[in-house]
């Protein structure tokens, strides 16, 4: 997990806000950069992914932005709700060698009203 | 439900004693992943089959550790000789195609050693 750094490790934020969470990755192989959300006594469930050939993609209130030659890519959800409230894991990974996802510590999202 | 499955869904046992654990996957997904889940961490990757073939361990797989995946359809997990160190949520995810197409995960089993 050392190849993936993600944060915040929690985050609050006010109903409505924007919630941004980060990650930064070593292994330049990564061709395939997701987004998992996970509640409580559930499995993780895939929520958006981008591969490197576009440096954004966005899906309703939920964007990743990319950035390759920094080794960053990121996860906007605009008009927070409570709903979202959720652990959030980055866990990008390889087509080459069967590299398996590889997640991130997780950050804790809680949406307040 | 056609997600994946997974059973049972807690287990508590006492150090020493032997577990193992089922996964039933998205019908006609060929691969099938292995991940344990520790308190505030992310998964962190155990094992993988395509169809029957078990492809990748990782070293976190201690010889204790056993998967399999006969007549590539359910899988199970058994962990020998249990420790404490081995509490954690044991995760199955499956998936159909290349490495990165989309992983389905199960609910986990958690698993607690006394």
């Known amino acids: 997990q050392q190849q993936v750094k993600q944060s915040p490790q929690s985050l609050i934020v006010q109903k409505g806000g924007i919630s941004i969470i980060n990650c930064a990755y070593e292994?330049?192989?990564?061709?395939?950069f997701p987004w998992y959300q996970q509640f409580p006594g559930k499995g993780p469930a895939l929520l958006i992914a981008?591969?490197?050939?576009?440096s954004e993609k966005k899906e309703g209130r939920f964007t990743i932005s990319f950035n390759k030659s920094a080794k960053q890519f990121s996860l906007h959800i605009m008009d927070s709700q409570p709903g979202d409230s959720a652990t959030y894991f980055c866990?990008?990974?390889?087509?080459?060698?069967?590299?398996?996802?590889?997640f991130g510590k997780g950050t804790r999202l809680s949406v307040i009203a | 439900d056609t997600g994946v499955s997974q059973n049972p869904r807690h287990k508590i046992t006492k150090r020493g004693q032997n577990v193992t654990f089922r996964c039933d996957p998205i019908?006609?997904?060929?691969?099938l992943y292995w991940y344990r889940q520790t308190l505030g961490q992310g998964p962190e990757f155990l094992t993988y089959?395509?169809?029957?073939?078990?492809?990748?361990k990782s070293r976190l797989l201690s010889d204790r550790f056993s998967a399999e995946r006969p007549k590539g359809s359910f899988s199970t997990l058994e962990i020998q000789r249990t420790e404490q160190g081995d509490s954690a949520m044991y995760l199955c995810?499956?998936?159909?195609?290349?490495?990165?197409?989309?992983?389905?995960f199960g609910p986990g089993t958690r698993l607690t050693v006394l």
């Open positions: 995810a499956s998936s159909f195609g290349r490495p990165t197409d989309t992983q389905y």
């Open positions: 292994n330049t192989a990564f061709d395939y």
């Open positions: 981008i591969r490197p050939d576009v």
């Open positions: 866990a990008p990974a390889s087509n080459s060698g069967n590299t398996p996802l590889v």
């Open positions: 019908s006609e997904h060929n691969r």
């Open positions: 089959f395509q169809n029957e073939a078990q492809l990748e």
